[in-house]
């Protein structure tokens, strides 16, 4: 669906006159990076279903808000980031990166092979722990960016933040990123 | 793209996210509930009907009433603590659904328009079968929403406003297990195994007492100014899915 504008504004336009189904098919191409999002968001799997499941139900019935010929994605996004934010902050506790890296897994599950790699495992687990060790916001705005490979524009949505301040917090992020690897091997 | 930021990108597509959940058939099952009713779980199974008696405490108990068995054990949450005695003490079964001091049969609209609080709803039930209203005691007073028949109910859902010194006042045998729980960052109880039982005042203010005697459990939990009471013949990951679903 993504990259086909079309059929996404057409589907969209069928929602709205209240086909479901059309909806359903939208919701299934979307399902995957709202759960993801609400996941970096929530820091819970079950928390994260939860968010983006209320969020794709919400913004069915906000449907008629939705500009005609918008990409719904960063819309959809938005509302289901949201309503994780809501929960995070009901619960009262800030969540810390909660994933690990393909390589860190136990032995007997699928690893990538080496040779694909840019970086090794190792680098690629000392860098996640960088991630790690960064500020709510720092680490926010990177995962969005690089792990959901969020548009700056989405990234602006999800978080609720302007673009500028995506901008400007994504280099100040980058930066305390690269003091602590040591500026080892990233230019 | 500088180095660190393609490093950065190639780190996320080798992040293990959770598996993604099929969320569209459950989202479409809650478009097509009506929206006071919609079922918050749409396609996650249906609760097993297995409760052979249900029965809720109406009334505000603010002393402990006899001394029958030796305390063992408080838990308290917001409006309601829960005793664990020794042994519970003989009482006749309450099987007649309509005497269980539930109050008065009303519609859920009925019950908004008395109760002195927001009434909410476990949207993962889907629409109560029955409401019942018990004014004034406690004073917010206090909705219940049973599923099911009256012969097969499948749960019972409580809901009042709290006060500091008016509580509900529930026993439970050696038995029966009490874990503490957080739902939505608040303090909760879940309680399973053996019979528990309510003392309280009905509305006459007399002191009656009920055994409960369930194929099921009970979650009580806190939700903002609410304390909330859920039973049914449920685990604890489901008890906490259907709390989850209150709004």
Request: net charge neutral; proline share 6%; charged share 25%.
């Amino acid at each position: 669906m993504e990259g086909r504008p079309l059929p996404e504004a057409e589907l969209v336009e069928r929602a709205k006159r209240g086909d479901q189904g059309a909806y359903g098919l939208l919701v299934q191409a979307y399902q995957g990076i709202a759960f993801r999002t609400a996941y970096l968001v929530v820091g819970d799997s079950a928390e994260a279903e939860d968010a983006a499941q209320e969020g794709f139900v919400k913004a069915y019935y906000a449907l008629r808000r939705f500009r005609r010929g918008a990409p719904f994605r960063p819309w959809v996004l938005q509302i289901v980031a949201n309503e994780a934010r809501n929960r995070r902050r009901s619960a009262g506790r800030r969540t810390g990166l909660v994933l690990r890296t393909a390589a860190e897994a136990p032995s007997g599950e699928a690893a990538p092979s080496p040779e694909a790699a840019l970086i090794s495992g190792e680098e690629q687990k000392a860098l996640l722990d960088a991630v790690k060790k960064l500020k709510e916001d720092d680490r926010l705005v990177i995962s969005c960016r690089y792990f959901l490979e969020l548009s700056e524009a989405e990234t602006a949505e999800v978080l609720g933040w302007r673009r500028g301040t995506v901008k400007s917090r994504l280099s100040r992020a980058l930066e305390r990123l690269r003091a602590e690897i040591g500026e080892r091997s990233y230019a | 793209m500088p180095e660190l930021e393609l490093a950065l990108v190639e780190l996320g597509r080798r992040l293990e996210f959770p598996p993604t959940p099929e969320l569209a058939p459950r989202v479409r099952a809650r478009l097509a509930e009506p929206p006071a009713h919609r079922a918050f779980l749409g396609g996650r199974r249906v609760l097993v009907i297995a409760l052979a008696v249900l029965a809720v405490a109406i009334g505000a108990v603010m002393a402990v009433p006899g001394t029958r068995a030796a305390i063992l054990e408080f838990f308290h949450l917001r409006g309601v603590t829960i005793e664990r005695v020794g042994e519970l003490p003989t009482v006749s079964l309450q099987r007649d659904f309509d005497k269980l001091f539930l109050g008065e049969k009303v519609t859920l609209a009925e019950a908004q328009e008395r109760a002195d609080f927001e009434v909410v709803v476990p949207a993962a039930l889907g629409k109560p079968d029955a409401v019942y209203f018990q004014p004034g005691n406690p004073p917010s007073g206090m909705v219940s929403l049973v599923y099911g028949t009256p012969e097969e109910p499948r749960a019972l859902f409580t809901e009042f406003r709290a006060t500091v010194n008016k509580v509900i006042f529930k026993k439970v045998a050696a038995g029966t297990h009490i874990a503490s729980l957080q739902v939505e960052g608040r303090p909760g109880f879940f309680l399973s195994g053996n019979p528990h039982e309510f003392t309280y005042f009905d509305r006459t203010g007399e002191y009656r007492q009920e055994i409960i005697r369930l194929a099921g459990n009970t979650l009580l939990w806190e939700r903002g100014p609410l304390t909330l009471r859920l039973e049914a013949d449920i685990n604890r990951d489901e008890a906490l899915e259907i709390a989850r679903s209150v709004h």
